[in-house]
């Protein structure tokens, strides 16, 4: 998927200047992250599954770009307070894809609250599994970058079981 975003941006940087660029990366990220969730679902439940998943965000590619610009504008709303809050709300969104991937009749406003709701009591186990994935990518940077072929995976992995199990409680 990473690969796919790097070619694409590659190929289109040369001809938008960087603001551009930036509505461009909303623009194909958003389905992906979608697919990547639909993946990683299918994955962690030990369904079967395929690398055309990671292309399913495509087909509801409004409600992804829709959930993307919330997400986004919410949370840089929050950063104009303090970093803190846009911290906390960056928690508290964290669920929306996963949401959205079971749930795919639900629109972007309602799987935004419905992923701060879920995330209530939770926000503080978040925050200790993205500070071991900060610092597992520090050590990946040791490597030359090369352990971030497996700490990706892993990361999002991780995201997708603590999505489970805080759906499950």
Sequence with gaps: ??????CVQGLVSGILNRD?????NMLITAPFN???AFFMLRLAKQEERS???LFEGFQHYLLSLAATFFMSLFVILWMLLL????IIAGLSYSLTYYIIAEE???SARD?????KEMMNGHKGQLFAL???????SILCVFTLGIGFLWLMPYMNLCMTHFYLEVKES
């Design 1 to 6: 998927m990473l690969l796919i975003i790097a």
């Design 20 to 24: 551009e660029l930036g509505i461009l």
């Design 111 to 115: 799987a935004i609250r419905k992923s």
């Design 130 to 136: 993205c500070l071991r994935f900060i610092l597992l």
């Design 34 to 36: 979608l697919g990547l």
């Design 51 to 53: 690398l055309n998943v």
């Design 104 to 106: 795919q009749s639900i």
């Design 83 to 86: 970093i803190v809050p846009g």
